[in-house]
């Protein structure tokens, strides 16, 4: 590209086709039929991308924008939102394709992983919602609710119409701040009253948190309710009437923004009471939180992709001193950073799915459901920790072309991102909140299990002085995180992010490790040695980094994922 009306743009036409690096880490977690129908199911969805690409990039125009509309034509109260055509059809559109006709909860992410690359957060983020309302009716729900709502939400005519009404003002993360009050009508059928603060989406079906008059306090008290935005009318005229509550106002957001969100008061709201009144945190917990964590863990390493792909494309074409970029070394290396990260992102997602897929939602041994919840939340913290930092890293490579909205689609994530790292708790909530399940079950002895097994399953002969550094960040961290440390409550809440850190970038390190030997895949494990240089050698690392010493060498086929054959010692 000597002249940049050159430059070509058609990424969007092969997000799966050209993942080879998520293809070698498949191959090493899915085998047989399941790896055909994944396959099948993503390439299929991958012809859809470059027209729901289109789609997306109109809506987030300035004018397409959700607004406000509390009243209809005949000002009859009808707290609606508008949303663009262009969102509406892509919803349509996307349940159309059978977003929720998976047959694994591995292939339903990694479709999720898919979409999440065109950067839409008015189609992902209620996707999310509602599949989490969707795992909790099939597990909570009374007959009568599963029987008027599961098909419901899964319709396309109706397209991911679900939204939660958790959060208010004074509670934050702390859910048993919450003071929503719900007055029994009869057994099922409550009122509820209660101020909303975070209200995203706001459709169809609401899913609230909220105290049963009477209720204990802290989250022993919560239940939960599902509200409709419309109920029969009691009075003739008109066939359904807004459910009493009024939308206050939407945020005005610095990411997400083609995303609707809302202060709502529900003022005596008709409400379905979900599960037992008792085991309403629980169920948040395990069916709610559990399953949006995933979401934005995919949405999070979809963002990864799609910067790294966006970057790639215009180094290869931008020529600048007779040279591409991609071949100068500082450009390289923030690709490398941006690859690595991706790479143990997503080897670490589908080491979660497996795990889902092969004990089910919700296992019933308790040391397997605490991994499983520790999983969740340290993905959900790592895939965002450095995800607004690796946007902006391939935002560099564009130069000034980059602020351009126009120019690509980062400037956009680069807002969603941080949205991403605040939504369903922040870093130091999230490491705050492993810190105290720890007690629950012998977490520092389960990952201390886990770090050796991956040490003995790392070859000797395989990356000889990157397994020489990982044992001894794996020592050092014994000697600072003892029982003793951990049980202190000051000193624990203290290290929570380094606690968090430390064994999650070994985790990460480890199990590309034992992918890539599993494969014999230098490319996954080149991306091991840069991270393990990169995060757990000294300040000086660079200086003998492997991968930094041959930029312009094995390095550009590691970037363009080309197949590498060199000695791995």
């Known amino acids: ?50 027209y729901w690409n289109a789609l997306a990039n109109e809506a987030a125009q300035k004018n397409n924008l959700p607004r406000l509309e509390s009243y209809d034509c005949l000002g009859n109260k009808q707290e609606r939102i508008h949303i663009p055509l262009e969102t509406r059809l892509l919803r349509h559109r996307v349940v159309e394709s059978g977003i929720f006709d998976s047959n694994s909860e591995f292939e339903k992410f990694t479709k999720v992983y898919l979409l999440s690359q065109i950067g839409e957060s008015s189609v992902c983020c209620p996707l999310a919602y509602t599949d989490s309302v969707l795992c909790l009716l099939r597990a909570k729900g009374s007959e009568y609710l599963k029987n008027k709502y599961l098909d419901q939400l899964k319709s396309s005519e109706l397209p991911l119409s679900a939204s ?79 459910n009493s509550f009024t939308i206050k106002r939407l945020k005005n957001k610095l990411g997400n923004q083609s995303l609707p969100t809302a202060e709502i008061n529900l003022e005596g709201s008709k409400g379905y009471l979900v599960g037992y009144p008792s085991e309403g945190y629980a169920n948040l917990i395990d069916y709610v939180i559990n399953c949006t964590r995933i979401h934005w863990t995919a949405h999070a390493i979809g963002f990864y992709r799609r910067a790294f792909i966006e970057a790639r494309n215009y180094a290869q074409q931008r020529i600048v001193f007779k040279k591409n970029i991609i071949k100068f070394p500082l450009i390289a290396e923030r690709m490398i950073d941006i690859l690595s990260q991706l790479a143990s992102q997503q080897n670490m997602f589908c080491y979660l799915l497996d795990h889902i897929d092969e004990y089910g939602w919700m296992p019933r041994d308790e040391g397997v459901y605490m991994w ?99 044992i001894h960040n794996f020592d050092v961290g014994n000697k600072v995180f003892t029982t003793k440390n951990l049980y202190d409550p000051h000193w624990a809440q203290t290290h929570a992010l380094r606690f968090v850190n430390h064994f999650s970038v070994l985790m990460e390190i480890g199990h590309l490790v034992k992918t890539g030997s599993k494969l014999n895949c230098a490319n996954i494990l080149i991306l091991a040695s840069h991270l393990t240089h990169k995060y757990l050698s000294d300040r000086f690392s660079g200086f003998v980094s492997p991968t930094i010493e041959h930029l312009t060498d094995f390095c550009q086929d590691l970037i363009r994922e080309e197949p590498i054959d060199i000695d791995m010692k």
């Open 164 to 242: 939660h009404f958790i959060i208010e003002p004074s509670s934050g993360s702390d859910y048993g701040a919450i003071d929503g009050v719900a007055k029994t009508k009869n057994h099922e059928e409550y009122q509820i009253f209660a101020e909303k603060w975070f209200c995203s989406s706001p459709e169809e079906l609401f899913l609230v948190a909220a105290r049963i008059e009477g209720a204990d306090p802290g989250t022993k008290g919560l239940s939960l309710f599902l509200v409709p935005h419309m109920i029969p009318s009691a009075t003739k005229g008109q066939d359904y009437v807004t």
């Open 372 to 470: 499983r919840r520790f999983l969740i939340n340290i993905l959900k913290y790592r895939s965002t920790l450095k995800l607004t930092d690796s946007i902006k890293t391939a935002m560099l490579v564009f130069g000034a072309n980059s602020i351009c909205k126009d120019f690509s689609i980062l400037s956009r994530l680069l807002g969603d991102s941080l949205a991403l790292e605040t939504i369903q708790e922040t870093h130091d909530a999230l490491c705050m909140q492993i810190m105290r399940e720890m007690h629950k079950f012998d977490l520092i002895g389960r990952l201390n299990q886990e770090i050796e097994g991956l040490i003995s399953s790392w070859p000797d002969d395989i990356l000889v002085s990157s397994k020489k550094v990982f």
């Open 1 to 50: 590209m000597s002249k940049l009306k050159d430059f070509s743009n058609r990424v969007n036409e092969s997000l799966y086709s050209d993942d080879k690096t998520l293809h070698m880490i498949m191959s090493c977690h899915v085998t047989g039929d399941k790896k055909k129908q994944i396959e099948t199911a993503l390439l299929a969805m991958e012809k859809n991308m470059p």
